[in-house]
């Protein structure tokens, strides 16, 4: 590999944590407050609620994505925003695929507590902020679950990339969509290096959140 | 039996808990999993079973024209042989030849070809067919290409304007042709401006994003006129030789290869798409849904003389 | 039995009047009514009841944390109120984050949250587990610690839910002895849910008893104890020698009620002669007689069966259609000598006789 090349592989890398790591960041920011929304209280039509957040966990990210380059495109609903074969949609889309994992995740960790935990913490004269905190932390094994399983969908996701990035060079070629077009082009050998590279991150990842995991564990 | 706790519940060991375990339960798991199984174990022996099977290698553009799913059932039912076609982009299909992982290739990329026959991977070329690449790009045409002289002006002007570009950038048989007549035009092969883009895909993605984008794109006729309705952009080059895009039968050597290669069908298959009465068919594919013909047949002789034009019946290796 | 403590009169901390809560839909349906209740600074209120009848669910309502109760219906005093669930939560973190969370976010100094955590977990005699992980705790371990969490909050009432559920006898009586130190010293009031009754005898100030939903009796303990208002409260507060007769003559202050062949008691309520009426006498109070003159001798029974748990001795005694149990204390004279199958004189003195007339 010369130079250039190897400055390429470390661009798509880059842009690939960054799209990645954007993605991640929203659907937690979004999934984990609805989701102890959703798992403290009984409410009307909460079963319903439930079985779409199921029903997106198990949505092929394929599919999310079709729906997002529709939405996307010049001729889509959302056309104006220029969203097609950018980062932004590519973030949004890989955003919707993660959000119903977290979302999913930490219903059934908030489910997993005591009824009447929150009872007990109101007792306690505790106010509202803090009892959020403390949520928090009783369920942080749970959390970091919906982390780990929302990474590992956003890393690997190659379709909905595809679908709405575009794969543009320089642009919105990331590690999955460049693996799929060296493979495409007969170059197995670069697209050999481009997986060790994923899986290497991946490992990384996830063995940081492991190592941060079991130390919870042993306080 | 109930029991009396401290707190003064009465509670029973529920009986009912006992069915999970229960044998009908495993049973009915077991048969369930082993008819899953059975079903798999069928459904890839049925895969294999129907011998033989002829691998033809292919560019995803021929294959998504549709022109080998018109024809090759004809095929199958004259000589028995099943067709397994692999598309892929043309690097990979002409690699497959390289390595011997498919017994026929068919491609459009006459110098990549050209090699494999220098390298003696390829014992016979026969192009059969040909059609013209198209240079398509927004109506408003803001390079004003549709004036120009040639298509290597057409480029030079889309690079002076700094237009909007899509490259497929994949080594595919068009972006082959693309990066010759850069060449030609006297654009550097790493070309870089805003607008240009490069998307490293198959032909339909690249057309999507010159639609959004509004940019000119080098493009096989087949996957545009699939696509044209839904990306709005139309045809601005005139057909010339620059965009000839010849299509050919290669034919593997079998003595390079350990894997043994079905030659005799793969010879089967090159009479069968050089007869007269196939290339007639090609004439006319596309006609129905696009109102103009895909491809232009370029009668070559057929291979071996028989008695005009009779295809023989393949022997079962 | 200890004599009771010296009623003080008390300022009332929390007042319940009118209280109402709903549980439950159709035929699940629970109501909870209590009419007037008031717990006392420095006071332990004991409520009992059989099970459903609605204990925990008052304990929740002074609480406040049902919604379905009016809010006006509690009046409270400005402290904090504070209910020790019988199940306690272990919040992730060792057994001081445990106590620390209770004053977060309440206006002190680490200084002082530092200095109220440490002797809230003296208190209750577990500092040497202050880094231990909560949840490893044993179930004695956890209750202190729910107990050091609530004390810690300084609070003006508190509400325990079965404190002494899953301890051992030697358990139960330590924590029974830290917390009536921490009362004390505290002068917090206390209502207390328990089931078991002895626990609940040692630590009462005042009685409640609530069945399917009402308050039915509720007074300072020895007159709950000794003058229930029916028989099924007299069971709930352990008067479990019951029976029914007919009042049959009268001795200057004395009334005396045959209860069946050859028994006849003496009491001192204000009975009728010729009426029906139920007595009932505690089991501590029913005297074996050996000639002592401990009571009026009411009869004879045959022991039937001795069962010691190493402090006290229940002894179940027949006679001819009815059974009868008195407590002895162990290892000692009578419980030694005792078998099944003697034959004793059963005495009783007529102060101990609880009777009501039956309409």
Redesign the interface.
Known sequence: MNEAEARLVVEITFRTLWVCGAALVTALAIGIPIGIALGGRRFAGRSLVVSTVNAGMGAPPVVVGLGCSILFSRSGLLGGLGLIYSQTGMIIAQTLIAVPLVIGITLAAVGSLDEEWDLQVRTLGIRRIFRLWLLVRQIRMGLLAAVIAALGGILSEVGASSMVGGNLLGKTRVLTTAIMMETNMGNFERAGGLALILIGLTFLIAGLLTAVQQSGRTR | MPFVS????TACLDDRARVRGTPLRKAAATIAIASLLGLFAQASARAEASEPALILATTTSLRDSGLLDALLPDFTEQTGIEVQIIA??T??????GREGNADILITHAPSAEQELIEAGVVRRRTPFMQNFFVIAGPVEDPADIASAASPVDALRRIATSKANWVSR????GTHKRETSLFEAAGIAADA?WKGF??????MG?SL??A???RAYILSDIGTFLAFQKRIDLVVLSKSADSLRNVYSILQLDASRFERPLASDAADSLERFLTRAEIQNRIAHYGEERFGRPLFTPLHPHPQSAGEGGHVEQASPP | MTTPPTPRPHRIALAAKGLRVQRGQGSSRFTLDVAALDLRAGEVLVILGPNGAGKSTLLRALAGLESSADPHSIQGGSGPVTLVFQRPAAFAGSAQHNVRVALLGKGLTEADRSDRIARALTRFDIAHLADQEARTLSGGEMRRLALARAFVLEPEVLLLDEPFDDLDAEGQRQLSLDLQRAITETDVAVAMVTHDLRRALLLADRIAVLMRGKLVQQGPREEVLQRPNSREIARTVGMTNLAEGRVVRREEEIYWVEISDGLEVPTRAKLEIGRDAWIGIRPEHLKIDIGRGDGRPIGKAEVESLVSDGLATVVTLRTRDRMFSTHLLSGRGLARRLRSGDAVSLAVRPEHVHARLID
Not at chain 2, 6 to 9: E, L
């Open positions: 401290n707190s003064g519940t892929v982009g690097g990979a299909a002409l690699r497959m950038s994949d080594d595919s870089d883009d490069r998307t490293g895909s198959g993605l999507r994003v639609g959004e984008h």
